[in-house]
């Protein structure tokens, strides 16, 4: 099924974690992002519209600030974003100037989804940008973004993202295959699970973990993106995106995930 919903799906969400855009230090790794950008090119010369969301500010910002590594103040913690922003933001610009392509950056909160004059201007900005051609890169801004307005995690803002674009797909590359009917790490006869139709019933039978290293999401926060997206009448598929060409292999049926069916 998920090559198939990536042919049909025109207007695609594409959320890549810390964990794939960071190497083995937490610092982003600017052949990741060259490699992701020239699939998203690829999507872009087939007729599709790209919309990404990145995490990794906060890789990128202990990339070019690693005296702040052990700061655990969240003034540090946020300073440390906003330098990460431009950093990241500057690596995704040069991986898509290689193909003629400009990058929109949006930084959003959770208040901008629940004021309906905000949401308004961020579908209209979206819009204007994809059909420009542009591709919009999303982002929380963790640089204002305190507890009351956290978006928390970017599978939530990667769902919100793709209820609020109208999108026909969203794909979460992480740093797993996809969805286990148990933990892999834990049990070795661990099964991939390749469809989900019944996202309730799915939650109720396998158990969640928690963070991973450099993410703020784990399994929970995914099926939460897809139960809400599932409930847009948009599909979802979960992959990990640290293996070779992981978009082009999707599409072409040779790379395994979970996808979640409407």
Not at 108 to 123: E, H, V, W
Not at 219 to 241: C, E, F
Request: proline share 3%; glycine share 10%; with cysteine.
């Amino acid at each position: 099924m998920i090559p198939q919903l990536i042919a049909d799906a025109r207007k695609i969400v594409i959320k890549f974690g810390s964990n794939i855009l960071a190497d083995q230090d937490g610092r982003i790794n600017p052949a990741f992002l060259n490699e992701y950008a020239n699939e998203a090119a690829g999507f872009i010369r087939a007729g599709k519209h790209i919309v990404i969301v990145s995490s990794g500010a906060q890789a990128a910002g202990l990339s070019t600030m690693e005296k702040w590594a052990r700061k655990a103040d969240i003034h540090y913690k946020q300073a440390l974003c906003a330098v990460g922003q431009v950093e990241l933001m500057g690596a995704w610009r040069r991986a898509f100037e290689a193909h003629d392509l400009r990058i929109g950056q949006i930084l959003l909160t959770q208040d901008d989804f629940g004021d309906p004059i905000r949401t308004l201007n961020m579908r209209n900005t979206l819009f204007t940008l994809v059909d420009e051609g542009i591709v919009p890169i999303i982002n929380e801004n963790d640089t204002v973004a305190v507890e009351e307005i956290k978006i928390g995690d970017n599978d939530t803002l990667a769902a919100q993202s793709a209820v609020l674009w109208s999108a026909d797909l969203l794909i979460l590359l992480s740093d797993i295959d996809g969805l286990y009917d148990k933990n892999p790490k834990g049990h070795p006869d661990a099964e991939l699970v390749n469809e989900v139709r019944d996202i309730i019933q799915v939650r109720s039978q396998i158990s969640t973990g928690g963070t991973n290293s450099f993410g703020t999401g784990g399994i929970a926060t995914k099926l939460d993106a897809a139960q809400r997206v599932m409930s847009y009448g948009i599909p979802m598929i979960l992959a990990h995106g640290g293996k070779p060409k992981a978009l082009e292999a999707l599409a072409a049926g040779t790379q395994r995930g979970t996808a979640f069916l409407v």
